[in-house]
């Protein structure tokens, strides 16, 4: 391990560093206000910054630079003096129990704490009947003559009552879903459902039930359409066994996960989309009558809910991707600026914005993708492939991560 130098982090570093967490807070908590979380006041958007400022978790960052260092072969002593903490002792006390690792993010970290959560039975947090049924309602005949597995929810989650009351009139040949089962609770197994024309069966599966397994990779192989929400912090390894069986699906994931490294190719290439529906905000998942904390909600039955950062992803073909985008703004120089380190496209900072008239290349917010119709716009690539930077600059300022578009030749 590198010796930890003696001199602290520059005071314009820290500053940088603190402008920007301020600015993610402040911006945040606007967009919490605009969804009618918070009351649009002086003490709303308090209120909603301070939820932001809970929801990132500086734990979560911790977690995230404990890893990275430990991971290195920075020694306790190392994370004392960088924490400033009087021993090895204290550090280890104080650090010793987070499980980051040197590959994951403070946020897949907090994806992670959430897919743990999911699995716990006080903790469970379950996909609404309702999302359901608005998202599948999009594609009509999707399903049939096919079979459908359901891998990653329940044997009486929402997919499963979805496909059960729909299965004559959606014409499934076949229904499986399969439960999760975390080891040590008490549910003794993790079970199988299938239903045919020969009706409803149930049996147990061997192991804990996890898409991983030698049983669930068998019925996925076997299976026309994957319909599920499977585990967050594993979304890349789910999709990668999708595409290697060739598989049609309709799956819920990260609202960050289309740019992760095996997912955002697909996206670029056109191979995978975003769905119908949930492509702005969070999408609401109930959560038990005891689940306590400072996001949760109540709908209109009184159960509590909870707002997680989700998209629906596909390969299957939806109304959504033939609805042109209307374009209302004209190109002017003034008002879209060239990237420093990018100087071929323009700085579009809102989809709205996205110029009628200019045929060269724009980068956009990664919400674009909401809104993409391949025939009106060709997706070049995302800001951090394009450079060898951590994202595009306009004026020195480092942007959010941008999606480079154009418009299609007809």
Not at 2 to 29: D, F, Q, W, Y
Not at 119 to 124: E, G, I, L, P, Q
Not at 166 to 193: Q, Y
Not at 194 to 214: A, C, M, P
Request: glycine share 8%.
């Amino acid at each position: 391990m590198t010796a930890i130098p003696n001199t602290s982090l520059p005071e314009s570093a820290k500053a940088h560093i603190a402008e920007s967490v301020e600015r993610l807070i402040e911006s945040e908590g606007i967009r919490l206000q605009s969804q009618k979380l918070y009351p649009k006041t002086a003490a709303g958007l308090r209120l909603a910054r301070l939820e932001v400022a809970l929801t990132i978790g500086a734990m979560d960052v911790v977690e995230h630079a404990v890893a990275i260092a430990r991971a290195n072969g920075a020694t306790w002593d190392d994370i004392a003096k960088i924490a400033g903490l009087s021993s090895r002792g204290s550090a280890a006390r104080r650090f010793g129990s987070l499980r980051g690792s040197e590959n994951e993010t403070p946020a897949r970290a907090a994806i992670r704490k959430l897919n743990r959560a999911k699995r716990a039975k006080n903790d469970d947090f379950r996909t609404r009947l309702v999302d359901v049924e608005k998202e599948l309602a999009h594609y009509p005949d999707a399903f049939r003559g096919k079979s459908v597995l359901l891998p990653c929810d329940d044997v009486d989650g929402a997919f499963w009552h979805f496909f059960d009351a729909n299965f004559d009139r959606l014409g499934l040949t076949s229904l499986t879903a399969t439960s999760f089962v975390e080891p040590g609770a008490k549910a003794p197994w993790a079970e199988v459902a299938v239903r045919n024309s020969e009706g409803t069966s149930r049996s147990s599966l061997d192991g804990k039930g996890d898409f991983q397994s030698t049983q669930v990779q068998t019925l996925i192989a076997a299976a026309d359409v994957i319909v599920t929400n499977p585990p967050f912090s594993e979304f890349r390894e789910f999709v990668g066994t999708l595409v290697e069986h060739d598989k049609k699906f309709i799956i819920l994931g990260g609202m960050n996960s289309a740019t992760n490294s095996g997912v955002w190719s697909l996206i670029r290439d056109g191979e995978m989309w975003l769905g119908a529906t949930a492509n702005g905000g969070a999408m609401p998942f109930i959560v038990p009558s005891d689940y306590h904390g400072s996001n949760v909600r109540f709908d209109d039955e009184g159960r509590r809910w909870v707002g997680v950062g989700v998209r629906w992803y596909t390969n299957l073909d939806v109304d959504r991707r033939h609805a042109p985008l209307p374009l209302t703004a004209q190109y002017e120089p003034e008002h879209y600026p060239s990237y420093d380190n990018y100087p071929q496209a323009i700085e579009v900072g809102k989809v709205a914005d996205i110029p009628a008239d200019y045929s060269g290349e724009m980068g956009v917010p990664i919400t674009f993708l909401g809104r993409h119709d391949p025939d009106q716009f060709e997706i070049v690539g995302f800001s951090r492939e394009l450079v060898r930077e951590n994202g595009f600059r306009v004026a020195g300022r480092a942007l959010y991560d941008r999606i480079v578009i154009r418009h299609a030749v007809s």
